[in-house]
């Protein structure tokens, strides 16, 4: 097998087919739709330049400000637990690089986006414009509150690690989405998903991950044991 980096040099298309064949569709992702987003979206693109030979190995990267842009299976994982739809209006907290928002805006009709940091919102809104992404809508803010001007969404994804699930974000779904969140401290987090049901939401439990912390109102204070 060819090092890691060598097609994302010369072949970005090739490297990202292998992405989904090897890191994707044999570890159980298997909604189509979230498999062609992954083989189109240019994930080289949302990285520094000088990593881009590494943009799709199988894991996490820096990119700046002390965040990361996540392993591609860890976003597969939560963009198909979504359930994604067409018609649908997604809310994603946790923009970073940009990049799980740029996935989503190939499967349903609208991202928001919300990003704490305001260098990294700046950036990823640049990368969005070069690459002609249109149905992206971003804010900077603290994004454990949600956006309640938008809602309610017909889906909800954060992508930092919380302390446990913001009320607002579960008011926040429509009646039929599904918030999927990673809860739990720094070495112990594990995905949960909610599904709203009228006035009840019924959830489970996924895998265990490793997210930075979600910083914000109902979500850790910063500076504490996260
Ligand atoms: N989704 C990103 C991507 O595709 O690159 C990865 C996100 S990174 C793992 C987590 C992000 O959540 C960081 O950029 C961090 O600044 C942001 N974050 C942390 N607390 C937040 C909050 N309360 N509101 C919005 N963003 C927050």
Request: charged letters at 25%; proline letters at 6%.
């Amino acid at each position: 097998m060819r090092p890691e980096g060598e097609d994302a040099r010369t072949d970005p298309v090739a490297a990202r087919k292998r992405m989904v064949e090897v890191q994707l569709r044999s570890r159980g992702i298997e909604d189509e739709r979230v498999l062609d987003a992954f083989a189109s979206v240019p994930r080289h693109r949302f990285v520094e330049p000088a990593m881009r030979l590494s943009a799709y190995g199988d894991h996490a990267l820096p990119i700046g400000e002390g965040q990361t842009i996540s392993q591609p299976y860890m976003v597969a994982v939560m963009t198909q637990a979504l359930r994604p739809k067409a018609e649908d209006r997604i809310l994603e907290i946790g923009t970073g690089s940009g990049y799980q928002a740029a996935v989503l805006a190939r499967l349903v009709r609208t991202v928001f986006t919300v990003e704490r940091v305001p260098g990294l919102a700046r950036r990823a809104q640049a990368i969005f414009a070069g690459l002609g992404i249109d149905n992206v809508i971003q804010r900077t803010g603290d994004g454990s509150l949600g956006w309640s001007r938008y809602a309610p969404f017909d889906g909800i994804v954060v992508t930092a690690g919380a302390p446990r699930i913001p009320e607002s974000l579960r008011e926040q779904l429509a009646d039929g989405a599904r918030l999927v969140i990673p809860v739990g401290t720094g070495a112990h987090q594990v995905l949960r998903v909610l599904e709203r049901r009228g006035d009840r939401t019924v959830e489970r439990t996924g895998e265990a991950c490793t997210f930075v912390p979600l910083i914000g109102r109902e979500a850790w204070r910063e500076g504490s044991g996260s």
